[in-house]
């Protein structure tokens, strides 16, 4: 049994066309009118492919076929939200492969023991609504339902009201089930597959996530009368920080990356002392205890930064998400699954975060990459070759019908 990679290639054509930016990429931030239109194509198609699709309180999205037994399901899934000027594959491409799964399955009348189905969680991306994975981690129990629903965006609208406005916030309680498996296919977003020459990556685990927030308010004041000595400027303190930030992996050694990739400086204009400005902080590490180091290191930066500027910084560590090791015997059916196939393919450890690392806290769970063009992600040159995609939806289609006990 195989996936049909015309029909695949078709619906991202189609969903990718919800949200298409002029060069190519896409915006579909997290509850958006794109995103309620790219939720109700995918439901359609759910729905046509014979799938029982339920929201639940998170707008999270499933679509499930009855196993031959009463037994835990199966699923497989990702989001369906992008960053702004983002690219077309970063989880549509999870989304449409596990569809394409459930197309194949139905198409072949297989009826595997366990149920097997999808999902499409809710604000992945951390885009729009702090922090990231948003409505996998309220289904694993790691985050509050009334914390994620009073999350804002830039413009101070809620979460909770957004999820209402496009029709998505469900009547299912959005807390942990039992589930056989999770399976995730993800583009790899960094260079190692295509370096290596290979299809496929057999996902092992993903490395330790931490995001700070913090805000300097120094004295907003006239940018022409007002000599340098008696300035306290916000963003030459923040200028220091994001300079310093830079340095940190260094001095940690080992994998370490540290981003600071969002800055609000106020009032923004060319002619006035910024008095206010906030910014992320972004690490990421295979090893937890580098994470540690690391925060340490921003709260003594951030320290002397605005004493030296003689600004005010207030500093929150607001979101971390552990190192995680996936389940064995997930990781070798995905292995098992790509070597039936044939294909070129290695183990690795993802660098970004994915619903599957806190599905992962709920049930035996396991991931699929694909190569990305020049390694490229977050932005509109995101590419990945369909060749390669039909290998990782085979994968993942192995995989899943091991599991769910479907003889294939
Ligand atoms: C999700 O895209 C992440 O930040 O890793
Ligand atoms: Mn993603
Ligand atoms: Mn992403």
């Known amino acids: ?49 014979g799938l029982t699709v339920t929201v639940d309180q998170m707008g999270n999205v499933f679509g499930l076929r009855a196993g ?14 992008s960053v702004p000027t983002g690219g077309k594959y970063d989880g549509q491409l999870g989304v449409l492969c596990a569809l394409e799964v459930l197309r194949t399955l139905a198409e072949r009348g297989a009826r595997p023991r366990h149920p097997v189905g999808m999902v499409i969680f809710t604000n992945e991306e951390g885009a729009r609504f702090q922090p990231a ?15 994620a629903y ?38 790899e977003q960094g260079p190692i597959l295509e370096e290596e020459g290979l299809p496929v990556g057999v996902v092992e685990g993903i490395v330790a996530i931490a995001w700070s927030r913090l805000t300097l308010t120094g004295v907003q004041d006239h940018a022409g009368p007002t000599p340098m000595r008696i300035r306290h400027d916000a963003l030459v303190a923040a200028a220091e920080v994001v300079r310093a930030v830079r340095e940190i992996p260094r001095r940690v050694g080992g994998d ?71 389940d064995p015997g997930v990781v070798d059916a995905v292995e098992r699954a790509v ?52 290998h990782g939806a085979n994968t993942l289609l192995l995989a899943a019908a091991e599991l769910a006990g479907a003889s294939v």
């Open 150 to 187: 009073n999350a804002r965006d830039r413009d101070g609208k809620r979460l909770g009201d957004e999820l209402e406005r496009i029709g998505y916030l469900g009547p299912e309680p959005c807390i942990p089930r039992p589930a056989r498996a999770y399976l995730e296919l993800h583009i």
């Open 339 to 390: 070597r039936a196939l044939g294909c070129g393919h290695r183990r690795i450890l993802s660098g970004a975060g994915h619903d599957a690392q806190y599905m992962a806290a709920i049930c035996p769970t396991g991931m699929v990459f694909v190569p990305s063009r020049a390694g490229r992600s977050h932005c509109e040159e995101e590419f990945t070759a369909l060749d390669d995609i039909e």
């Open 133 to 147: 994975m948003i409505g996998s981690g309220v289904l694993a129990g790691k985050i509050p339902l009334e914390d």
């Open 1 to 49: 049994m195989r996936i049909d990679r015309t029909r695949l290639a078709a619906s991202m054509e189609a969903l990718g066309r919800v949200g298409e930016t002029p060069r190519g990429g896409l915006t579909r931030l997290a509850l958006s009118d794109e995103d309620r239109r790219g939720r109700d194509l995918l439901v359609g198609w759910m729905r046509e492919a």
């Open 256 to 326: 370490m990356v540290a981003t600071v990739g969002r800055l609000d400086v106020s009032p923004n204009i060319p002619n006035a002392i910024p008095g206010r400005v906030s910014l992320s902080v972004d690490f990421r590490d295979p090893d937890e205890a580098a994470i540690t180091r690391a925060l340490g290191m921003l709260d003594r930066i951030v320290k002397g930064a605005a004493r030296r500027e003689g600004v005010t910084a207030e500093l929150e560590h607001y979101w971390r998400v552990p190192r995680t090791n996936f």
């Open 68 to 81: 031959s037994d009463a037994l835990p399901p199966v699923l497989m899934g990702s989001h369906a939200d």
